[in-house]
Structure formats: C-alpha cells, structure tokens
C-alpha cells in the first residue's frame, strides 16, 4: 500500500504532495509535533495486491495526539466498493475495506467483422473469478447465453479477453458479461449496444489509469461525443467531433466515468486519473 498526502500545512507544514509512505509515524517529542491535525489534508491510497473484504489498514499511528479529520481519502482501486475509517482512537488512523467487486473492468468493446461480432475486454484485477458468462439481448431484457470465457481466478495484472459471436444480425443488439465467482455468485457488466447498419464500431479509449493523454480508437475519425463525469454526476469534461485523443490536464486526478457515443450506439466506463 502506498499512502500520498496533500493539503494546506499538512503534516507539520508541508504539502508533502506526491510523497509515498507505508503509514505515517507520529511519536510526538521534539522531533516532531505532539499534536499532529489533519484537519483539511487530503489522503490517496493505492493498493499493490488483491484486498480482501475486513482488510484493515493502520495509516497513521504513533503515540501523540492526534486531531481532526482528512478532509477526503480516496481510494484509487476502484474495486473497492465501500470501505470505513475509524478515528476513534486519538492516536492512529485505520481503514478498514468493508465491500469490493470481484472483478475490475478496464472496457468492454465489440466491432463486427466478416466472421461475425468481435468482443473484447480487459480486466485490471480478478477476485475469486471463475470465468465470463456472454450473453445476448435483442430487446435488453430477455438475455441469451451464447458462451463462456474462463476467468483467470485472483490476478492484479491486466488481462485481455476475446470472444467471437459469429451468428449474423440486423438491426439492435445488445451484448453484456457475467461474471462467475467459483461460489456461484456474479455480477453483470454494462451493456454494450451495436447497431447492424453496415457500419458498426465501437469506441474504444486508452489507457486506463490515464495520466496525460487519453486516445481514442477513432481510426476513421468519425464523429463522436465524449462526457466525462465525477462519481456525482458532475460532468467535467465534454467534447464532439472527430476526436481521436483528450488532453487530462484540466481534469483533476481521481476516479470518473467515461461515456462515448457514435452512430452505433453508447458505451459508460470507469476511468482513472492519476
């Protein structure tokens, strides 16, 4: 786990931004402050391995007095669905995970080829993954099974998986995942939408985590639509026309959800901006 703090006097007086720490120390003494307040300092944690539901991690401690609250932690392993912080105790910190999904999508995209629709999807981490129900609607209620991928089981490295549908369509359909755990239990990705006019593509973007471009698998530089919004629903970037990459300066680092249309259709992604 790495551990980055900012905010204004944070820590003793420094910003200490973009520094990385296991937990943060604080003994007191004249080394130090006694008194340590955290009060307006932003917290960003990243996890290097797979975390587990009652994981629980001591971020600060020590033995002197600490006071305040961060004023935002955020969590840059978006498979961590809901965690909890505990500030009980005078002297530490501790982050507890309480809910995470068992599989963290990077996209999910289809085109159709000569031999019929091809579908792709990468994962960042898989927990407990047995593997990928893919199912098929017309009217994107009644679904279809029409295979299954087998998943790669506990992994935090990226993992790309492909699947053919080489049934002819026309028309609308409508293509999602289900994710299998080993103990019968799934989850169901979004939705991918094409539409059958002779000209299907979907939009695909990289990569993701993004740090200062994200590109546009835009090859014919047709037009699309790109919004970009915070878990809130505020929308912080958007942008038409025949774009083929973003520039992320403008955009504050975190996590977002990506939507893009184009004449086939629409697809919703989470996006990370580090």
Not at 249 to 268: C, H, L, P, R, W
Request: proline letters at 1%; charged letters at 20%; hydrophobic letters at 35%.
């Amino acid at each position: 786990i790495t551990f980055d703090i900012a905010g204004a006097d944070a820590l003793g007086g420094t910003s200490n931004q973009g520094v990385s720490y296991d937990a943060i120390k604080n003994y007191g003494g004249s080394a130090c402050t006694s008194d340590m307040n955290i009060s307006g300092v932003t917290a960003k944690l990243d996890f290097s391995y797979t975390t587990a539901v009652n994981d629980c991690f001591t971020i600060i401690d020590g033995s002197g007095t600490l006071t305040g609250e961060f004023s935002m932690i955020t969590l840059m392993n978006s498979n961590i669905q809901t965690y909890t912080v505990d500030y009980s105790d005078n002297t530490e910190v501790e982050i507890c995970i309480t809910a995470i999904l068992p599989v963290e999508f990077a996209y999910f995209t289809g085109e159709k080829t000569e031999r019929g629709t091809k579908l792709g999807w990468m994962t960042y981490t898989e927990i407990n993954n047995e593997g990928f129900e893919v199912e098929r609607s017309i009217d994107n209620k009644n679904w279809k099974s029409i295979g299954f991928v087998k998943g790669n089981g506990n992994s935090i490295k990226a993992t790309e998986y492909s699947y053919l549908d080489s049934e002819a369509h026309s028309g609308i359909v409508n293509y999602r995942l289900k994710q299998m755990d080993f103990d019968g239990r799934f989850e169901c990705s979004d939705v991918l939408t094409l539409t059958y006019d002779g000209r299907v593509r979907a939009i695909a973007f990289y990569p993701n985590p993004v740090k200062e471009t994200l590109f546009i698998d835009n090859p014919s530089l047709e037009d699309i639509e790109v919004n970009i919004f915070d878990v809130n629903g505020k929308t912080v970037y958007s942008a038409s026309g025949a774009l083929y990459q973003i520039s992320m300066d403008q955009v504050d680092t975190g996590m977002y959800f990506i939507n893009i249309k184009n004449a086939s259709g629409e697809t919703t992604h989470k996006l990370i901006h580090n």
